[in-house]
């Protein structure tokens, strides 16, 4: 063989990038190398806004491409983010919410109250984290001063359809201003969010290339309406972004409060196989085994756990437990309708209407919905269960 092929991270070193991957699509950096982010200025923009010598491209020759129209349209709404705490260096993406406002992930400014905030025709400036929420992974930064370029990105209003072409816009690997495109491969995904046990929600999943610093930006429609905030990404073409309609609910609490309150039902929950269904004299699997209850949690008094355990053709089966079949009316088949429905439809404080099987006799009760905090989560006995 000739040359050695180079793997992408050799190649990028060429460049003098001196990134190397985080764990959910968020690039760090030496504490000593910057190269691929200068820092020199060239004049002062605005007051308290700078102006640096890296400038991505912005216009092309060719326009014919529908994906370069998106690009040039929209570019100059994202945002590349520079993120120090201590020995640590990070980028991330972000990307115009309202006037004064920037979402990102919280993933990518968890350890810091203040982030450099640069926007494509170079203007930079201190901006500041107003809100974070770990179980959405979303924050929001305030800028002062936002150039008139640097517009309001509109949110996609109804779930994309599997198949439909996205742009994914943001800085991978710091290489500010990058664009790479795909479609919508899966919808309704529930991905894990970081440090918290609660699964995100209707994530959209692309196949769209997502690395390293594309963490926060916008996964764009051809029509320029934002479908998600990028999350994570990690090769063999699989990436995700937390869906509008959840971002459009989280934002508005952190720019408001500086954090959202998600409601919180204080129970495991697991899947009726029909293992299950046999266990409980089911005619078949149906509604969503109660596996485990916090004590003092909204669903105490309400709703038991399974206390006891047997074998169903070889494979072990909790019982004892409650088995909810419906919530406000709605039918619920598996923990992620619980989930979903909560999540995206109620708040704490909230009451809902549970209507279940308690030794096989239906049942119907009302419950206040709680606050999810760090110190509420159920102990997780049982797996696979789904904790909400």
Not at 124 to 152: F, W
Not at 177 to 189: D, H, K, P
Not at 255 to 268: E, R, S, V, W
């Amino acid at each position: 063989m000739g040359r050695k092929q180079r793997t992408r991270r050799q190649y990028l070193q060429l460049f003098g990038t001196g990134l190397t991957a985080a764990t959910a699509g968020c690039a760090s950096i030496g504490s000593q190398d910057t190269s691929s982010t200068p820092e020199s200025t060239t004049g002062t923009a605005k007051e308290g806004m700078k102006k640096t010598t890296s400038q991505p491209q912005t216009k092309a020759d060719n326009t014919s491409s529908v994906y370069t129209r998106v690009y040039q349209e929209t570019i100059g709404s994202v945002v590349l983010l520079r993120i120090s705490a201590g020995q640590k260096k990070g980028l991330g993406s972000g990307f115009v919410f309202d006037d004064k406002h920037i979402i990102t992930n919280y993933h990518v400014v968890k350890d810091v109250d203040t982030v450099d905030v640069q926007f494509t025709q170079g203007e930079s400036q201190v901006g500041t984290v107003v809100g974070k929420d770990p179980y959405s992974d979303l924050a929001v930064v305030s800028v002062s001063n936002r150039p008139k370029y640097a517009k309001k990105l509109p949110f996609l209003e109804q779930e994309p359809a599997v198949g439909r072409k996205v742009a994914a816009i943001g800085s991978p690997y710091g290489l500010e201003g990058s664009l790479s495109e795909g479609i919508v491969s899966g919808v309704n995904r529930f991905i894990p969010s970081p440090g918290s046990p609660l699964t995100i929600p209707n994530a959209i999943q692309t196949d769209a290339a997502v690395n390293p610093g594309n963490s926060g930006g916008p996964l764009m429609t051809l029509n320029k309406k934002v479908v998600g905030v990028i999350n994570s990404g990690g090769g063999d073409n699989v990436a995700f972004a937390i869906p509008a309609n959840l971002v459009n609910r989280v934002v508005p609490g952190l720019i408001k409060n500086g954090k959202y309150k998600h409601p919180y039902l204080g129970a495991q929950l697991a899947d009726v196989t029909a293992a299950v269904a046999t266990a409980y004299d089911l005619s078949s699997p149906r509604g969503v085994l109660v596996t485990d209850v916090q004590t003092n949690g909204p669903a105490a008094g309400v709703l038991d756990g399974s206390a006891g355990q047997t074998t169903v053709d070889g494979i072990a089966v909790p019982t004892g437990g409650d088995i909810i079949l419906r919530i406000d009316g709605k039918k619920m088949s598996s923990p992620r309708d619980v989930l979903q429905y909560l999540i995206l439809k109620k708040s704490p404080g909230e009451t809902i209407t549970v209507s279940f099987l308690e030794d096989g006799e239906k049942k119907t009760k009302k419950l206040t919905l709680g606050s999810r905090s760090s110190n509420n989560s159920v102990e997780q006995r049982r797996k696979p269960s789904v904790q909400i």
